[in-house]
């Protein structure tokens, strides 16, 4: 399984970006769960959003709740991670993850089998 990030960008205080993740697989997309998760400099990664298999699920991280959305289209193996209002804090390297077991939404790292290279994200103040 592959998973490429797209969508890195530096954007200022209060714009918008779009993550992209494509997935490569020998099962179909849709029996993946797919979370994206990120890393700032010196901290932890942490989750951010997850989406369940056939999008009618989400849950977000109380950090991004209400200006991150995460999407997908199963059509296209790709899932998306709409980012609006970001903040400074919002700077890291954003990862996709894919969830093989897909049955219930999770937001625990131990839970994705497959990983995304990452992409940045830098806000500037």
């Known amino acids: 399984v592959q998973l490429q990030a797209s969508g890195r960008g530096l954007v200022q205080a209060g714009g918008s970006l779009r993550l992209s993740c494509a997935v490569s697989?020998?099962?179909?997309?849709?029996?993946?769960?797919m979370g994206w998760f990120r890393q700032a400099p010196g901290k932890e990664r942490e989750f951010v959003a997850a989406?369940?298999?056939?999008?009618?699920?989400?849950v977000y991280a109380d950090a991004v709740q209400g200006r991150f959305t995460i999407s997908r289209d199963n059509a296209k193996n790709t899932v998306f991670l709409q980012m609006k209002n970001l903040a400074p804090e919002d700077t890291a390297v954003y990862y996709c993850?894919?969830?093989?077991?897909?049955?219930?939404?999770?937001?625990?790292?131990?839970?994705?089998?497959?990983w995304g290279q990452g992409t940045q994200v830098t806000v500037s103040s």
């Open positions: 993850a894919a969830d093989s077991y897909g049955v219930a939404l999770t937001t625990k790292m131990y839970d994705y089998d497959y």
């Open positions: 697989s020998g099962r179909t997309f849709n029996s993946y769960a």
């Open positions: 989406i369940s298999w056939n999008g009618g699920s989400t």
